[in-house]
């Protein structure tokens, strides 16, 4: 909390350079004029936010519409901009249609206008998809249905790329799918026979055993499940979702053999994590194991 609350003081006694500054650098100082929690000052950002939000390029806009309403829970100016963004194919921004998508689920019933744009925004059937085309039609399915309630459309999407045949160089595509399915649940059981296939690639196997257990426990139950993602987990594939996971399911409830495997992920000698960036995989290691021991005791 005292790290917090430091960190908006900060923000707070930069608040003139860092208004200053927004004209030039519009894409990266509205999101830190959002943490400005200071109620004095609070007017004074939300007025400069939103005149960046009425005019210059979409990307300016859409950035400074998502960080008024951040700060203000303003979602006018955003609504705009995304309804743009989806009805220019992204209109420049960065990862535009996806990162509209991902912004419209997160307004909720707000946002329930853009429906009609959010469907116009999906990949016309039959055509050849990239993954980033991929990425942007698993995000706007998992909007549809957030904002509807409706499985069926966002369920069609997701086997159409759960079902592609190159999941080699679709990785994260495909485990950005298999998390889609997995928080629709149940009725997104008609995935089933795509998620199914993905169990015997390794890399996919933590995030295929989450999601159908998800949608059909009775197709794969818990413990089954446990099993595939403490495979995951040894095999370096993954493990910190994996072992996310695992708590997730209860670690209470594995089997003795299961809970004997989970604990001694933190305490082998090889590396659970043994990919990163350059300094960071001991560190991250250190943390997972970390995870796992604290997940045993509170088991």
Do not use: Y
Request: hydrophobic share 55%.
């Amino acid at each position: 909390m005292r790290v917090a609350e430091s960190a908006c003081t900060g923000v707070a006694r930069a608040l003139p350079e860092l208004l200053a500054a927004l004209e030039a650098h519009p894409l990266a100082v509205p999101k830190a004029l959002a943490a400005v929690h200071a109620p004095e000052h609070r007017t004074e950002v939300a007025q400069a936010l939103a005149r960046k939000a009425e005019a210059g390029p979409l990307e300016d806009r859409f950035e400074a519409a998502r960080a008024l309403r951040e700060l203000t829970g303003e979602h006018g100016p955003l609504l705009h901009a995304l309804a743009e963004v989806l009805a220019t194919d992204g209109g420049g921004v960065r990862d535009g249609v996806r990162a509209a998508a991902a912004a419209a689920a997160d307004l909720g019933p707000a946002a329930v206008p853009l429906v009609p744009a959010l469907r116009a925004a999906l990949s016309a059937p039959g055509i050849e998809r990239t993954n980033p085309r991929m990425d942007a039609d698993i995000a706007l399915a998992a909007a549809l249905h957030r904002l509807t309630g409706d499985a069926a459309e966002a369920v069609a999407v997701l086997a159409g790329v759960l079902g592609t045949a190159e999941p080699r160089w679709r990785r994260w595509t495909l485990v950005r799918a298999a998390e889609a399915a997995a928080r629709i649940g149940p009725d997104a059981r008609d995935l089933v026979p795509v998620l199914e296939p993905l169990l015997a690639d390794v890399e996919l196997r933590a995030a295929a055993a989450v999601a159908l257990h998800a949608v059909a426990p009775d197709v794969l139950g818990a413990v089954r499940a446990a099993d595939l993602l403490l495979d995951a987990a040894e095999a370096g594939a993954a493990p910190a979702e994996a072992v996310e996971a695992l708590v997730a399911l209860g670690v209470a409830g594995l089997t003795v053999e299961q809970r004997a495997r989970f604990a001694e992920l933190a305490e082998r000698d090889r590396r659970v994590i043994r990919s990163g960036l350059d300094g960071t995989v001991e560190s991250a290691d250190e943390r997972l194991r970390a995870r796992v021991r604290a997940a045993v005791r509170g088991g």
